[in-house]
């Protein structure tokens, strides 16, 4: 009688959730002095330090402030909270988010 051999089970792959992100918001709104200020502060009350913030008018009659705002090195739940800060503040028209997992 032959004996076999039984190969042990190997596990299945898991996938792992990243826990750092990186997350670019792009924020259209009045061009007013006091909304750049705005934009930033949710940023900084939890802790943050934005990667890049760029701001120009430089479109239409210079009535409207066009915001480039990165975050790096954060988790998904401060991308959703930044986000939603964002869209709340008075004079933004637009915000376009993508978050997206850091390299």
């Known amino acids: 009688m032959a004996s076999h051999a039984i190969a042990p089970a190997q596990p299945e792959p898991r996938f792992s ?3 750092s992100f990186k997350a670019l918001f792009y924020v259209t709104g009045v061009a007013d002095p006091g909304l ?3 934009l930033i502060e949710p940023v900084a ?6 990667a890049r913030v760029h701001a120009s008018r430089e479109a239409g009659d210079g009535t409207e402030l066009v915001v480039d705002l990165r975050l790096k090195g954060i988790n998904a739940r401060t991308a959703e909270l930044v986000e939603h800060a964002l869209r ?3 004079g933004v028209r637009q915000v376009i988010a993508v978050v997206e997992p850091d390299d």
């Open 36 to 38: 750049l200020p705005r």
């Open 17 to 19: 959730t990243p826990s």
């Open 45 to 50: 009350k939890m802790g943050h330090v934005p």
């Open 88 to 90: 709340a503040i008075v």
